[in-house]
């Protein structure tokens, strides 16, 4: 397994410009989200581009997922690794994303897709938090209700039949 790198020693994150500390149960989650993460990251298969990207998911009930990217010649049969992560919760029969982390190599932090914003929008509740990181160390945590303003969800569909 890859180590994780040094600059992963943090004990903070940052949303909404605050910082906010990470104690205890929090503390520990979110270094076994970046563990899996990691993990998952490494099984990537990205012949094409070359891009490994790992994510992880905390469900509301305590269980963590992780999936990877897997390209195809047919791009646009490729799926991203927070799209794997979320069918690994859903096959295991669970629905609520609590929060979720996101790994890549590149040098600069890399964000969700539309499409997987859309997703993780999906499973989870507009204050749900995504951490994204890179294997250097830098990271950012956003809202998906920041990452996917004025989104498309379940209450759309769901609101006029209730």
């Known amino acids: 397994m890859e180590a994780l790198p ?3 020693a943090w004990k903070l994150i940052v949303v909404d410009n605050e910082y906010h500390a990470l104690k205890g149960k929090w503390k520990m989650m979110a270094e076994k989200l970046l563990e899996e993460a990691v993990r998952a990251r490494l ?20 269980n963590v997922y992780s999936g ?5 010649a047919s791009y646009g049969l490729t799926d991203c690794a927070e799209a794997s ?7 295991a029969g669970e629905r609520k994303i609590k929060q979720m982390t996101v790994v890549t190599d590149a040098s600069e932090l890399t964000f969700a897709c539309g499409a997987c914003r859309q997703r993780i929008y999906e499973f989870a509740s507009p204050e749900t938090i995504v951490h994204f990181y890179n294997l250097s160390g830098k990271h950012e945590s956003k809202k998906i209700k920041d990452l996917l303003p004025n989104g498309f969800g379940p209450k759309d569909l769901l609101s006029d039949k209730e």
Do not use: K
Request: net charge negative; proline share 3%.
């Open 6 to 8: 040094r600059a992963f």
């Open 43 to 62: 099984n990537a298969y990205a012949p094409y581009s070359r891009f490994l990207v790992g994510a992880s998911i905390e469900t509301e009930n305590g």
């Open 68 to 72: 990877c990217n897997v390209e195809n």
């Open 85 to 91: 992560a979320i069918s690994a919760m859903v096959t």
